[in-house]
């Protein structure tokens, strides 16, 4: 093996983090507000840049438009660039207003349509003062009961929004369409899989593409061949990564089902989806609900890269020889064998070689910085999931 390739790979492999995750959240039965945790957008940045001064990983923060709305963006900009991050992608919200009781871009109503265009168009100002390249859409329309309005106008609605949005992108400015089986809506949702983002952006053109979070599928989805057929279309825009054991848990990235995501991430080396070339956003998409929030994200860092590590272990040379050859449990051997290596004492060289310490986990309880914001940040209202 080439360990050299695969650590200069792993250079290459950012993950972005969501600054919701670094907010209070929890589940529809209870929020357990946690010490110490952000009161401001830019509080939320100070958190992010501690997972990436760890990790060395993790040099982008997604926004989350209205929660992380600020008077100046460009502010907000530089105060991540001071602490050695960037502002990633903007994620729109179009789901927490009474007015989308029946669905936001393809609300029944013209004139609730338009208020949720325009939130749309207004994140795309954002995007030009922070200088993020993706609009992550993700649509909470649907219905809950069969008849309740017309599916087929639903889509006539979707797509006229798409069209509207997608029409006011910048040149290097690209439209994230993110699906969801089901929640909140129950009956139908408006883009409920991949067949559907997939087919909008299409429609859409070049700039247009698919984001796949990995806790929005029915059980027992084959997710990597979702990732192996967007990737040869060119339409594998981004992941939202988590892991699930039921529906939308949003729990740390590789926890679950740690193999998933190695099968996941080896269609994305297959794909060539690692080469920053190919454009993929890898995102988390997670919320910490009861265990501590910066571990949490560091933790799923370091879940990541263990499972790309393990993929890019594969012998793709011996896997092509034995699947050429008809060889099922010789081409099977060669995954499984490369998924069985333990990558972590690479990982811990790999970190020494950057000047990390080989442990973050330890580095960042060893740091102070858990202790110190618990007894700086008092008072304030946090802000994330609920603010
Ligand atoms: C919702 O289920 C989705 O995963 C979205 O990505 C959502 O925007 C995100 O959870 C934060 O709002
Ligand atoms: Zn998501
Ligand atoms: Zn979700």
Not at 26 to 52: L, M, N, S
Not at 253 to 266: E, K, N, T
Request: charged share 25%.
């Amino acid at each position: 093996m080439n360990i050299d390739s695969i650590t200069s790979t792993l250079l290459q492999l950012d993950v972005e983090l969501p600054s919701w995750a670094f907010g209070n959240s929890g589940t529809r039965f209870k929020v357990f507000a946690q010490p110490g945790v952000p009161r401001t957008p830019y509080e939320k940045i100070d958190d992010a840049a501690q997972v990436h001064r760890y990790t060395g990983s993790a040099p982008s923060v997604a926004l989350h438009i209205p929660w992380d709305k600020v008077e100046d963006y460009a502010e907000l900009r530089r105060h991540a660039e001071q602490r050695g991050v960037r502002l990633g992608t903007i994620n729109a919200n179009v789901f927490q207003d009474d007015d989308y009781r029946l669905g936001s871009v393809t609300n029944p109503d013209p004139l609730i349509r338009k208020k949720a265009v325009a939130h749309l168009l207004d994140c795309i100002d954002v995007m030009d003062q922070t200088g993020s390249r993706d609009l992550k859409l993700w649509f909470s329309d649907g219905t809950n009961y069969p008849g309740q309005d017309n599916i087929r106008a639903r889509q006539d609605r979707l797509a006229e929004a798409l069209h509207a949005v997608y029409a006011r992108l910048g040149d290097d400015q690209r439209l994230i369409l993110e699906y969801k089986l089901f929640e909140p809506a129950f009956y139908t949702m408006d883009v409920p899989d991949w067949g559907t983002s997939f087919a909008h952006c299409l429609e859409l053109g070049e700039r247009a593409k698919v984001c796949v979070d990995t806790g929005h599928h029915a059980p027992g989805t084959n997710i990597e061949f979702i990732v192996a057929f967007l990737l040869r279309a060119g339409k594998l825009g981004a992941f939202d990564f988590n892991s699930r054991f039921y529906a939308d848990d949003d729990l740390m990235v590789g926890s679950a089902d740690p193999f998933q995501l190695f099968r996941i991430l080896h269609e994305v080396s297959q794909g060539d989806g690692f080469d920053p070339r190919t454009e993929v956003a890898f995102m988390l998409d997670q919320c910490h609900n009861i265990e501590p929030k910066i571990p949490g994200q560091i933790r799923s860092v370091m879940n990541v890269q263990e499972a790309a590590a393990k993929a890019l272990l594969v012998d793709t040379d011996a896997l092509q020889r034995m699947q050429n050859a008809g060889d099922v449990l010789g081409a099977n051997a060669v995954l499984m064998d490369a998924y069985n290596t333990d990558v972590r004492p690479m990982l811990a060289e790999h970190r020494r070689n950057l000047g990390l310490d080989p442990d973050p986990m330890a580095a960042y309880a060893a740091s102070g910085y858990a202790q110190q914001i618990v007894a700086e940040r008092v008072g304030g209202s946090p802000a994330g999931w609920g603010a």
